[in-house]
């Protein structure tokens, strides 16, 4: 995968993507919510790939929440990373298909709350993008309280 750095402010990318997805999100009555816990900062990440990291993620959290319910994404900063997170009160994961989520054509048994189609490459393509940047991404779920999927990232 070849990457492309450009030093961006990244809370200012962040805002931009909430943005985007908002559209997707009204027409469920999802609201998604934004909390920084840094000022701005400079990030040097693939733009477009991390776009698309941040539009699978949000999508993914949309998709699988009910109308009425909250996304938060929340960005922090800690030693020589910064962290993204997407929280959602979605259906959250079965614990046994945690371990397997980030692999290709992986699906789980958690049906969209719309029929939204799912492919299974999402979270595989997302973890490849995320540890090409010298990431890591991790998941935190619990069935019938939603889902934490966040990412770090080197400053």
Do not use: C
Request: no cysteine; proline share 3%; charged share 25%.
């Amino acid at each position: 995968m070849q990457l492309n750095y450009t030093k961006i402010n990244y809370i200012d990318f962040i805002k931009t993507i909430i943005e985007q997805n908002q559209i997707i999100a009204r027409q469920k009555d999802i609201t998604i919510s934004f909390q920084q816990k840094t000022n701005d900062f400079i990030a040097r990440i693939d733009v477009q790939k991390i776009e698309q990291v941040m539009n699978n993620l949000l999508s993914n959290s949309i998709k699988y929440s009910d109308a009425g319910t909250d996304v938060l994404l929340r960005l922090s900063v800690s030693g020589n990373f910064f962290k993204t997170e997407i929280m959602d009160q979605g259906q959250g994961i079965p614990e046994e298909d945690i371990p397997k989520i980030f692999n290709p054509f992986q699906t789980t048994r958690v049906k969209s709350t719309a029929k939204e189609k799912s492919t299974g490459l999402g979270l595989a393509i997302t973890k490849k993008i995320i540890s090409e940047h010298g990431g890591e991404i991790y998941v935190e779920s619990e069935q019938g309280k939603g889902s934490n999927f966040y990412f770090l990232l080197p400053l």
